[in-house]
């Protein structure tokens, strides 16, 4: 993976990180149209990225990851993270098999398009508004919604926002809940990529991080991919806040749909494989 290749990878990450449209599914897409190998770097790249958006939602709500007194807000995304961590487990090898299928990606960005159109019909109440409201049982049914996202394309931002709704928060409240239930869900399956996962280089096992430093191409570009996405998605959190509050989902829907169809459109006519 070349430098430029690495930051092309991680605008789209940084961007899309935080939206509800998906950014395993872009950066697969990403990956396919720019000629990037799909070898074990580049799925182990797709995964540890997320570190620098991470530290954007850890820099952006530092006032909240910093309220040490306040304990059930800390219990609240370890409830919520424990149904991801299990099933991610569980799955893990199916999971990396649905990492390179763009027709996964296609067909879960053109329904998951519809589902954001209706969203904001289906869920109408909203009477959470404050992140101290959030009980333990609707953290934990949030993040059983996040597990949706597991299938590339469909969008953690988006599966555990609307799992928020449905559990009558507001727009904006399901949005910061879902960025910050993004911190340990990402960690963990970044830190099980670098620290537990072995991939098999050459015949040879080695754990991501050995994959990364004994590689100077690949530390390098680790290193400008983190750095890249952290402020590009901080960028987009801010804009998607404001964004929602006022005009909804409608955007992302149809966004969605557009591009899942001229994927499949791609898929069928052979440019994209």
């Known amino acids: 993976m070349s430098t430029l290749e690495s930051i092309i990878i991680a605008i789209v990450e940084g ?8 950014s395993t599914g872009h950066m697969i897409i990403a990956e396919r149209l720019l000629g990037v190998e799909s070898d074990n770097f580049t799925k182990l790249f797709t995964i540890a990225i997320q570190l ?33 961590l299990v099933l991610g487990k569980l799955f893990s090898d199916q999971i990396d098999a649905l ?31 404050k992140e101290e409201d959030i009980s333990f049982g609707k953290a934990i049914m949030i993040g059983l919604w996040q597990c949706v996202a597991m299938i590339p394309g469909v969008s ?3 599966a555990s926002i609307i799992g928020g709704m449905q559990q009558k928060l507001t727009r904006s409240l399901a ?6 239930l ?27 991080y050995e994959l990364i430093i004994n590689d100077h191409a690949n530390l390098h570009a ?20 404001g964004y929602l509050q006022k005009h909804g989902f409608r955007l992302f829907g149809w966004y969605r749909i557009i591009v899942g169809i001229l994927l499949l459109i791609l898929l069928w006519t052979g440019y994209l494989k």
């Open 15 to 22: 961007i899309t990180e935080y939206l509800p449209i998906s």
């Open 156 to 158: 953690r931002s988006a």
């Open 52 to 84: 620098g958006a991470i530290l954007s939602v850890v820099v952006l709500y530092w006032k909240k990851f910093i309220q040490f007194k306040n304990w059930k807000f800390y219990a609240k995304l370890v409830v919520a993270v424990i149904p991801a």
């Open 222 to 241: 680790f290193l400008i991919g983190n750095v890249v996405a952290f402020i590009v998605a901080m960028l987009a959190i801010k804009f998607f806040i």
């Open 182 to 208: 993004a911190v340990p869900t990402m960690a963990a399956a970044t830190g099980y990529s670098l620290f537990l996962k072995d991939w098999t280089e050459n015949g040879v096992e080695q754990k991501g």
């Open 175 to 180: 949005a910061e809940f879902s960025f910050f």
């Open 99 to 129: 990492l390179e299928s763009p027709l996964t990606v296609a067909i879960t960005l053109l329904l998951g398009g519809f589902v954001l159109l209706v969203i904001d019909k289906v869920f109408k109440e909203h009477p959470v508004q």
